[in-house]
């Protein structure tokens, strides 16, 4: 039976050595964890590990006065949580997106207690996680304590995002607007991106974005499409336009036919509007979202994601600038892989040639220390502002060829020496 309570008292199910997992993104459970944190503060338990993929807002948790209390162990390393991971007060987990629920289900990482955001209960016991199910549906499963902070403005969203109320141990109520994100203007670079893969999206094709301005001036090129689908882990405004003018309808799905498929969301309260009680929208299991079995079941999957940096042999690099940990593994290879084993699938890796400071972000090898998220032998497309290359197939020395054909033109004499350096008088550039 439910159990009513303050967020005082549930918290004190959290015990010395216990494993917390947080939901994630918008539904970050605020309320709980300030009164998780007050206990910390008393110091009533020490050791007590910190889970989650992306929180948003401040993660007072992760901060260096609480050393020996909590220590954060992400899937992702968030903007709110960077700073203290790099400086080695939080840490790091290195996984495929699609992997995380596998490490909670198969008993990696063991859950004690679960701290999520529902929706209020319907008429027939249910409540929704709304914007984020990813890998919080099994820490739900798997916890030996679910806590659930239950706020009004929580969208009940639906697919594997509804659970029951006999899933939850303690309910606190707390209502509380979710964080919202609008979109920044697209720059110049972004607008001629987006126009660039936007031309690689066939009719019918089945799309996977993310978040921010690339995904936003990809899908701002697509209004004259036709018959979209969208299987992602995540999507963010950019695509309700799209949906209102009937160019995304599912309806050439092989599965999930007619559906909306993600996994999380972050977004305008429009946003959070769009997906409430909407039938569309089926908000999944991140082992559904992410698992490369389910995604190339579709044809035309176009999956397009960004990176920090990319060699000349095609490594990309997408979550830590040489040894500083900036980002996360994410989804990038599930998608990658899915796509690449879809049927006309279309991977895609899309970044601006440079830095805001006006670096390449190709380069002859990549910064010692960087991590390699998607291996030469994974890539396809490759586009910058300055056009767009398929590699796959592609020889070490072709692929150097057309990687310098969209760097930034300040940088191509450069890389271009770098590269008959690397492979000898053999190699000739060809613009």
């Not at 050439?252 to 972050?266: C, N, R, T």
Request: proline share 4%.
């Amino acid at each position: 039976m439910v159990k009513f309570t303050s967020a005082e008292e549930a918290v004190k199910a959290i015990k010395t050595n216990d494993r917390v997992h947080l939901s994630s993104v918008a539904v970050t459970p605020h309320h709980l964890i300030d009164a998780m944190v007050e206990r910390g503060r008393e110091k009533e338990f020490k050791n007590v590990r910190i889970q989650h993929i992306h929180t948003e807002g401040i993660a007072p948790y992760a901060d260096m006065e609480f050393e020996g209390i909590f220590q954060l162990e992400s899937f992702f390393v968030g903007a709110n949580v960077r700073r203290q991971t790099q400086s080695g007060y939080a840490d790091y987990i290195p996984v495929f997106l699609s992997e995380t629920q596998k490490l909670i289900r198969q008993g990696y990482l063991n859950v004690n207690v679960a701290m999520v955001m529902v929706s209020p209960p319907d008429k027939h016991g249910f409540v929704s996680l709304g914007t984020s199910v990813d890998a919080t549906l099994a820490a739900i499963e798997e916890a030996e304590i679910v806590i659930a902070q239950v706020n009004k403005y929580v969208p009940r969203a639906w697919g594997d995002a509804m659970i029951s109320i006999r899933d939850i141990d303690y309910f606190v109520e707390h209502d509380a607007p979710l964080i919202a994100h609008k979109n920044a203007p697209l720059s110049n670079i972004e607008i001629a991106i987006g126009k660039n893969v936007a031309s690689l999206v066939e009719d019918g094709a089945c799309l996977q974005m993310g978040i921010g301005g690339i995904p936003n001036a990809v899908l701002a090129e697509l209004g004259n499409h036709k018959n979209l689908g969208v299987h992602t882990e995540m999507f963010s405004d950019g695509l309700l336009p799209l949906v209102e003018k009937g160019v995304v309808n599912c309806k050439e799905k092989q599965i999930d036919k007619g559906k909306i498929v993600a996994s999380f969301l972050m977004g305008s309260k429009d946003l959070y509007d769009f997906i409430d009680d909407n039938p569309m929208v089926a908000m999944m299991d991140v082992a559904h979202t992410n698992g490369i079995h389910v995604i190339r079941k579709n044809k035309k999957v176009t999956a397009i994601n960004s990176a920090l940096s990319i060699d000349l042999t095609g490594q990309v690099c997408a979550d830590s600038i040489g040894t500083t940990f900036y980002s996360g593994v994410g989804g990038q290879i599930d998608f990658i892989r899915g796509a690449g084993h879809s049927e006309g699938g279309k991977p895609i890796i899309a970044m601006p040639s440079v830095t805001g400071k006006g670096i390449s972000k190709i380069s002859p090898t990549l910064m010692e220390g960087a991590g390699v998220v998607t291996t030469r032998s994974n890539m396809h497309w490759f586009v910058t502002e300055y056009g767009k290359v398929n590699l796959y197939g592609q020889t070490l020395q072709e692929r150097a060829r057309r990687i310098i054909s969209v760097a930034h033109p300040d940088h191509r004499e450069r890389l271009e020496k770098s590269a008959f350096e690397r492979f000898g008088s053999h190699f000739y550039f060809v613009p």
